[in-house]
């Protein structure tokens, strides 16, 4: 059995299917297939691990429109330009992929592969969370993905089984390229999740507003580098659970579009 946690996002939707055919269907499989079925299960893992794959196309401007409302990115890398839209950037955007002759819209809380969503098939209460944004600096949007359970009264629960940076060009389901954890100090809940480049480094930085309990809020920074993204141990300020006001509301500090006039 491998490592789950160093799988791809679609490999490890493939092995589960390929655990679930193991464990539901081995005695038809035995009765039909007999040793056959020993080529036939892998062969299905790995066809049911075959997701959409993002474009290798360079990567191209990044920038919000007049409002503020949207962000616009060749977030695939197919060489057409995609918008995220959440208005409030709460956490919660949905994706609009553009295509030749319609669009393909993906939300980022259905972004958890079919395996993340087993894990927490049976914990209520949970909401995901992404934040967009170059974190290593390479030009791709990447994402931070976040998934917890809300708190149990005035306390802080304890699930947090998604905490990973998939990073870019994502695919059409917003899976990465390639994922790695994002150490976290604290397993409560996410409540919002922030990319944000204050030094204008050309690489963002991670803000993550997670449950203290007693309905506040403790904002944890991190910075990505050669170990990947880890946040600090300690939050550098604290909020309520209205959230993120010191924050300006939409995507303009990722910089206005400027379209070419005739
Ligand atoms: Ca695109
Ligand atoms: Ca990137």
């Given at each position: 059995m491998p490592d789950v946690s160093q799988l791809r996002p679609k490999e490890q939707d493939g092995l589960l299917s390929y655990l679930l055919l193991r464990q539901w269907g081995r005695p038809r499989l035995r009765a039909v297939l007999g040793a056959g079925a020993a080529l036939v299960v892998p062969a299905v893992w790995l066809c049911l691990a075959s997701g959409p794959d993002p474009g290798d196309h360079r990567p191209t401007v990044v920038c919000s429109d007049e409002s503020g409302t949207k962000l616009t990115a060749d977030l695939d890398a197919d060489g057409r330009l995609d918008e995220i839209r959440d208005p409030h950037r709460s956490g919660d955007a949905t994706v609009v992929f553009s295509r030749a002759t319609t669009a393909v819209e993906v939300r980022v809380g259905e972004a958890r592969t079919v395996w993340q969503k087993a894990r927490s098939a049976l914990v209520?209460?949970?909401a995901t969370r992404g934040a967009f944004g170059d974190f290593d600096g390479d030009g791709y949007l990447d994402l931070a993905l976040f998934h917890s359970r809300r708190d149990?009264?005035?306390?802080?629960?304890s699930h947090l089984p998604?905490?990973?940076l998939r990073y870019g060009p994502l695919a059409r389901d917003l899976s990465g390229s390639r994922t790695r954890h994002i150490d976290v100090a604290r397993a409560s809940f996410v409540s919002d999740a922030r990319a944000t480049d204050e030094n204008h480094d050309g690489r963002a930085e991670l803000q993550v507003f997670q449950s203290?309990?007693?309905g506040g809020l403790g904002r944890y920074t991190g910075r990505h580098t050669e170990d990947g993204l880890t946040l600090g141990d300690e939050p550098v300020d604290y909020t309520g659970t209205a959230g993120p006001d010191d924050?300006?509301?939409g995507w303009r500090d990722f910089g206005i579009c400027v379209y070419p006039t005739a």
């Open positions: 209520p209460d949970t149990v009264g005035d306390s802080t629960a998604v905490h990973e203290v309990g007693d924050l300006p509301s």
